[in-house]
Structure formats: structure tokens, C-alpha cells
């Protein structure tokens, strides 16, 4: 019986608590990718373009969130695309889902990246690096 190594540590926003596996996703609601197209459809409104400064950019509206919560924790009845913790343990698990969520044409309208960046830069208390031997 092999054990899968842990590189990769997760918090529920909601509770703050560590997201055992099988207890857990890291979620986008699909309600927060709606919103995320009805602001931007008002920014781009007030915003005609079709170049913009620096300052109209950072105007623009933050991306749907990718959140971390316990199943017990989620609010009943939300939807969205789920990532269950215990397939995103280990960094390379973590890289396979990015290449296959870029596949997705609504990724961009995320904060993945952010989501990814933190973790990779052991930035943030969401996503935590296991220290030390983890056998």
C-alpha cells in the first residue's frame, strides 16, 4: 500500500481549518463568473475603449474568486467547477490541473493565477506548503 506524498495543505475559508481529503474542493462559482460578465459589461459601458490608461484599468472589476471550503462549510445548493483538495496534494498535481484548467475559455476571468501564485510563493494562509519530510 503506497501513501500519497502531502506537499500541499489547504484551509477553508469559511472556518479557517485544514480541508482533509474527501472533506472538501477548491470552488469558482458559476454565480461569480456571472457577476464577474455583468460588471465588466458596465465597466466596458463607461469605459468604450478601445485603448484605456492605467488608471481605467485598475478600475476594472476583480476576478471571480477561486474559494477553499469544507463541504460542511459550503452553502447549500451553489454551483460551480469543483477541484476535491485530495487530487491537488502535491505541486505537479497542483501544474496538472492549471494546464488543464487553461483548456477552459473562462479561466482568465479568475483569480487562479493569484490562487497559484500565492501557494508557489508560500504567500497567503490558504494554500500551505507542507514543511519539512513529509514520510
Not at 489547504?10 to 485544514?18: P, V, Y
Not at 460578465?37 to 474568486?65: N, V
Amino acid at each position: 500500500m503506497s501513501t500519497m506524498v502531502v506537499e500541499l495543505e489547504f484551509r477553508c475559508d469559511i472556518c479557517n481549518r485544514t480541508v482533509a481529503d474527501k472533506a472538501g474542493c477548491i470552488i469558482v462559482r458559476y454565480e461569480d463568473l456571472s457577476e464577474w460578465h455583468h460588471q465588466d459589461d458596465e465597466w466596458k459601458a463607461e469605459h468604450p475603449g478601445p485603448t484605456y490608461t492605467a488608471a481605467e484599468i485598475y478600475t476594472r472589476p476583480d476576478p471571480a474568486p477561486w474559494r477553499i471550503q469544507h463541504d460542511a462549510c459550503a452553502d447549500d445548493g451553489v454551483q460551480g467547477y469543483e477541484i476535491n483538495v485530495d487530487e491537488v496534494r502535491t505541486w505537479q498535481a497542483l501544474l496538472c490541473w492549471t494546464a488543464k484548467l487553461m483548456d477552459r475559455t473562462w479561466l482568465p476571468l479568475t483569480d487562479w493565477h493569484l490562487f497559484v501564485g500565492q501557494a508557489a510563493g508560500g504567500r497567503g494562509e490558504r494554500v500551505v506548503p507542507v514543511r519539512g519530510d513529509a514520510a
